[in-house]
Structures are given as C-alpha cells and as structure tokens.
C-alpha cells in the first residue's frame, strides 16, 4: 500500500526532499527543483519547514545549503520514518480512513469536522480515495459515510494502512491498551496451537 499517493501535493514534496537528502547525503538544487517542480523560493521555504519541525529535538538545523546543493547535518534514517508518519496520519485521507476503521460509520458533518476541512474539500478527498481503493475492492459510500466491501478485504486494508503510517513506532488504537491486545492475541494463538493436538491437548494443559 503506497499511502504517499494519497497525501497533497506539497505534503509530497516535503517527503521528496527530506528523502533524497537523508539517502544521499547531499544533492544539487537542480536536482531537487527538476524532482518537485517548484521554484527556487518554495524550495528553500519547504527547507526551512523540514528544519522547524525538526529543531525541537535537535536545537539546531538539519539541512543546509551553499550556492549549489543542500546538504544534511548526520544520519537521520529514523527521522525519516517520524516525518512521513507525522506528515500522513494528520493528513485528510488518513483521517478519513482511520475515522471510519475506528468508528464504522459517520455522517459527513462528523467526518468534516474530524477531518479540520469542509464538507465541499472532503467529497473531492473521498472521490479520490476512492480511486485509489478500486484495486482493494472497497469503496467509501455516503449518507451515512462508510466502508462497503468484503470483510476480508476491509480487514486487509486495515492492516496495510496502519502499518503504512505506524510501521510500529507508536500505538494508534487509544480506547485498546497495548499489552491487552498482545496478551488476547498470545492467548488465541496458544489456544489455536493446542487445538491441533486433537484429545492429546489435555496431556499439554
């Protein structure tokens, strides 16, 4: 599942910069103009993004630039994984996704004002989605907003989506303690292994 299909424009651009500058180390600004079509000005005001949400931890600046190439201070691989879960979990398609996971069904007035945007912007973000879940089989229908499709494949897609943004790194699911779904799944798992054993599992208990 490629969620950054699904972020904005220049939530993508932010992601482009920041990745060729933590897997190469430095790279021209030709380069990076000629990658996120945008002009010189709007290039260095994405730098100076990526540098205001990164100052907090490091109290100083990540990227940097001389006449002709930008260029980052260390090894930031983990930092890379934190921006793109930050800039996709806050974004208007994974709102809408983990709202109607978490929730089942909305009415559009709800999923607006989840989502921090107007009912006209959130029909276009659904239009879109839901191109983008054709190849799953899924569809998000209105009045009320939900998930049509089968139960296999929503689940499917649950997983791949959580596991796009997340990747483990933080727990999305509030109303759930961690360790209490780890002990139900260990617990099902035992339960599903001694099953196999026929009569012979009571020797095992």
Same mark, same amino acid.
């Given at each position: 599942?490629?969620?950054?299909?699904?972020?904005?424009?220049?939530?993508? #651009?932010?992601?482009?910069?920041?990745?060729?500058? !933590?897997?190469?180390?430095?790279?021209?600004?030709?380069?990076?103009?000629?990658?996120?079509?945008?002009?010189?000005?709007?290039?260095? $005001?994405? +730098?100076?993004?990526?540098?205001?949400?990164?100052?907090?931890?490091?109290?100083?600046?990540?990227?940097? $630039?001389?006449?002709?190439?930008?260029?980052?201070?260390?090894?930031?691989?983990?930092?890379?994984?934190?921006?793109?879960?930050?800039? @996709?979990?806050?974004?208007?398609?994974?709102?809408?996704?983990?709202?109607?996971?978490?929730?089942?069904?909305?009415?559009?007035?709800?999923? @607006?004002? @989840?989502?921090?945007?107007?009912?006209?912007?959130?029909?276009?973000?659904?239009?879109?989605?839901?191109?983008?879940?054709?190849?799953?089989?899924?569809? +998000?229908?209105?009045?009320? !907003? #939900?998930?049509?499709? @089968?139960?296999?494949?929503?689940?499917?897609?649950?997983?791949?989506?959580?596991? $796009?943004?997340?990747?483990?790194?933080?727990?999305?699911? !509030? =109303?759930?303690?961690?360790?209490?779904?780890?002990?139900?799944?260990?617990?099902?798992?035992?339960?599903?292994?001694?099953?196999?054993?026929? =009569?012979? #599992?009571?020797?095992?208990?």
């Amino acid at each position: 599942m490629n969620f950054i299909d699904l972020l904005d424009d220049k939530e993508q #651009r932010l992601l482009t910069i920041f990745h060729h500058c !933590v897997t190469q180390g430095s790279i021209t600004i030709d380069e990076l103009l000629s990658n996120i079509h945008v002009s010189k000005p709007t290039l260095f $005001s994405y +730098i100076q993004e990526i540098n205001d949400y990164h100052y907090p931890k490091y109290n100083s600046n990540i990227l940097f $630039s001389n006449s002709n190439q930008i260029f980052i201070k260390n090894n930031l691989n983990m930092d890379l994984l934190i921006f793109y879960k930050d800039l @996709a979990k806050t974004s208007i398609p994974a709102t809408i996704l983990s709202q109607l996971f978490l929730k089942g069904t909305l009415s559009i007035s709800e999923l @607006a004002e @989840a989502c921090h945007c107007s009912t006209v912007l959130l029909y276009r973000k659904i239009k879109k989605l839901n191109l983008f879940l054709e190849s799953y089989n899924i569809q +998000i229908l209105l009045s009320p !907003v #939900r998930l049509c499709g @089968a139960e296999e494949q929503i689940r499917y897609i649950y997983k791949c989506f959580f596991w $796009s943004i997340y990747r483990g790194m933080e727990w999305p699911f !509030v =109303n759930l303690p961690r360790q209490e779904l780890l002990d139900l799944v260990q617990k099902k798992n035992l339960l599903t292994f001694l099953s196999g054993f026929g =009569n012979e #599992r009571e020797h095992l208990i």
